[in-house]
């Protein structure tokens, strides 16, 4: 990794990068690993708090020991009340997800502000959230502006973007008069009282349904109490519904009266409607005399934009020139000019105001201002993305995903996304949910793709709430819960999600986490027609004894298509592979309508019969969820089957259950076995796995030589981990003679094959000219392509070389903007460098709060630089109010990490406090 830090914050040469065997091979020998869990577990009993942090997390991922969520939990717990924070924090997430626990939001909070109070800004951020939503807390804006304003102060641009949206909405400090006490119980008595504000918010309420039965007429009854106390928005609105019909009689005479009055009370968008609405009626008399409106209503001469705003937009008001460029877009109040609407728009972005750069994006995006420039488009969105405007982040991101105006690059959609996500923009968080449910760019993690679909529902995005339940009703990455599936499809399809009404449909009337109730089903069924699918047509006529189209969903007469009408009687004959056909047809949705369900029983019927295929099938959906309760106990009876048919894949699979203990007694030596057999039948990872047993002596003798020879088998194989692994061991010496021109050829090889990590380890070799000659050129290349795959380290590297101008010209922003990325993919050693660059001001102007956050992020990731670094802040109250006491904690950690400045200092502390 890049840099090393002194007393001083400055920074040293690259190191060379040593092949991270323990991250490829688990290469802790099983003892060792066993021993430190124990010393973990000792040092916990005795009341150390960073040793049940560090322990929770054990039991959480399940590597070492049995996975033990609750467990876990417990730890965490234990690591708060013991002063961690971070403790705190992970507490207080699996309780608010429900991560192998039950959901208990009111814990949640409690853990969050005990986080906060420790100083964990996470911790922060997320509470304002609750408060935001009122999740687990009442509802307090003013309580969220606090806890937001805290995480955006310790640089959380997430937080900061929440803060600005609650200031804009005047939300800190007071509900929003259109939004009744939080769209809940709207107050009828301010309204009765004379406060129009009140009764726009109570018409709000009905007419959207919100805290209150749907009642349009009554929404219009308050619009014109609103409209006669003076309020102009209560008669513009009231005027629409005359021109609509929407609560009242369509009536466009009336709403030309109630135009006229938005109007003369400076509501600029009725002065627009009622001089379309007049210059309509004039055209449409004979003789062209103009129409009275009727009722005294005039119409207006035409504003010009206020002085005051032109005054403001002339002394440097940003909003302001935005404002003025509106007007004359829609000609609302001025002239409609939209070359002078592109001119101030235009000033309002030099003036820093994103929105207006995200406008002018759009509009060169899609060719609304001249000729398409994508471009130019890509440009204006990363000037708003970086001024904190999200969904020019979101945009930008797309561009990148789509190779407009920019060269196509998914690791930088990916990190603008998450940008975007962490800003509170909900499609950016349904994206990222999405990579990591198919593991693309990332690795396939249902866990964290939960997450992110949770947080895109909490921000009212439905197709969030639509795939959340789904993975609820499969128990992917969640605790099963039918329950939590019906309340999000509930929330889904009263957002208009089609398939939300039909899946809760379903869900009524199968009884399925709601009370069985057919009526229910049929009206949301009903619903799901309306939106226009045809399978809610259908099931609602069949609920409502109207009986069935006779058509299948595809449109063809009596539902199998004449071709596969034979497949079913077959299958019912024995013929095991007309079995496996129709458990294609149906995973697939080829020919009839998909249904996973279905799927699996033919899988398992063509196992019966003797397909091994449909054995491996079988296997593969009981293993993973899919369509089928997750049982990995069945899916391992299904791959022994598979295996003892000559499936070599499927041994290779039943090895890792037995490896892992998962659904089987946990047996290396079964395991070992099974992945001899698969490595035998062909499958180049079953030879990858069993190298890794001998190479740690699990389940059969240690024997580094064998694992060696089963690791050139299994690149020969296209494995490219084992071409990866025989590098390793020819890199380190580990095992095998020493021998870096070797080790070269297997990274590319591996490298040729996409895997990052080869490509960077052989990046390090060229950079230091060790077995291959010397080519730094070639080097930096190689970690482009290695940060591309998603290898942290990469990016850092390519970041050091633009740091220091070696290989690659002098560019300070370049290799900021790699750091970054090697930072936010999980390599401390990004951080680390990020945090010097703040800390000295080195190509990005000086900011001790930067520097410090990056420092506590590397010491959090392992880096004992970072923690030594960040005591050097506490020790000197650099940037930070001094505090010793926080200082010999972190000098303690690193000088655990084998920091010996660290273990210095923290002697020279501990001496003076005596």
Partial sequence: MAGASG??????????????????????????????????????????????????????DGKQVPKDVPKALALFVKACDGGHA?????????????????????????????????GFVSACQELG??????????????????????ACDAGRSGACARLRKLKTAGAATRQRPNSPQGRNAPDQSACDNGDVKACMGLAAAYAR????????RKAAALLRKACDGGHARGCFFLAVGYMRGLG??????????????????????????????????????????????????????????PDAAAADCDKGDAKACYDIAFAYAKGRGVPKDKRRSVILTHKACDLGYPKACHALAIGYGRGLIGQRDPQRAAALYRKACDAGFMKSCFNLGNAYREGKGVARDMNKMAALYRKACDG??????????????????????????????ARACQNNLMIGCFHLAGMYVKGSGVPRDESIAASLLRKACGGGHVMGC??????HERGAGVARDDAKAARFYAKACQGGLRRGCDAARRLNGQGPRGRNERGAPGGQPPSRARLPVACDAGDARACFRLGELYRTGKSVARHLGRAAAYYRRACEAGDVRGCARAGRMHDLGIGVPRDRALAARFFRQACDGGAARSCNVLGVLYSKGDGVPRDKRQAARLYLKACDGGNAVGCTNLAHLYYNGAGVPRDKTQAAALLRKACAGGDMEGCSRIGQMYDDGDGLTRNRTVAAKFFRKACDGDHAQSCNNLAVLYASGDGVPRDVKRAATLYLKACDGGDAIGCTNLGYMHDAGKGMPLDKARAIAFYRRGCDDGDPGGCFNLGLMHGKGDGVPRNKTLAGLYFRIACDGGDPKGCYNYALMFEAGYGVRKNSRRARQLYARACDLRNQRACAKLRTLTNQAR
């Fill in 129 to 150: 959230s609750l408060y935001l939503r009122g999740i687990g807390v009442p509802k307090d804006l003013a309580k969220a502006a606090r806890f937001y304003r805290k």
């Fill in 248 to 305: 009242v009689r369509q009536n466009p005479r009336q709403a030309a009266i109630y135009f006229g009055k938005a109007c003369d009370g400076g509501h600029q968008g009725g002065c627009e409607e009622l001089r379309k609405l007049n210059a309509g009626r004039a055209t449409a008399r004979p003789g062209g005399a103009p129409a009275s409106s009727g009722g005294g209503a005039r119409q207006p001469e035409p504003t010009r934009a």
């Fill in 209 to 216: 349904g919100r805290g209150v039965p749907r009642d349009r």
């Fill in 424 to 453: 509170g923009e909900p499609r950016s968080c349904y994206n990222i949910g999405v990579m990591y449910r198919k593991g693309v760019l990332v690795g396939r993690d249902l866990r964290v793709s939960a997450a992110f679909l």
């Fill in 7 to 60: 007393g001083n914050l400055m920074k040293t040469p690259i190191l060379h990068v040593a092949s991270i065997l323990a991250a490829l091979f688990l290469a802790v020998a099983e003892a060792a690993a066993i021993e430190n869990v124990e010393q973990l577990r000792s040092a916990c009993d005795g009341g150390d708090a960073r040793a049940c942090f560090r322990l929770a997390f054990v039991h959480a």
């Fill in 502 to 507: 039909f899946n809760l449909g379903v869900a």
């Fill in 86 to 118: 971070a403790g705190c924090f992970s507490a207080g997430m699996k309780l608010r997800l429900g991560f192998g626990v039950p959901r208990d939001l009111k814990r949640a909070a409690a853990l969050f502000r005990r986080g906060c109070d420790g």
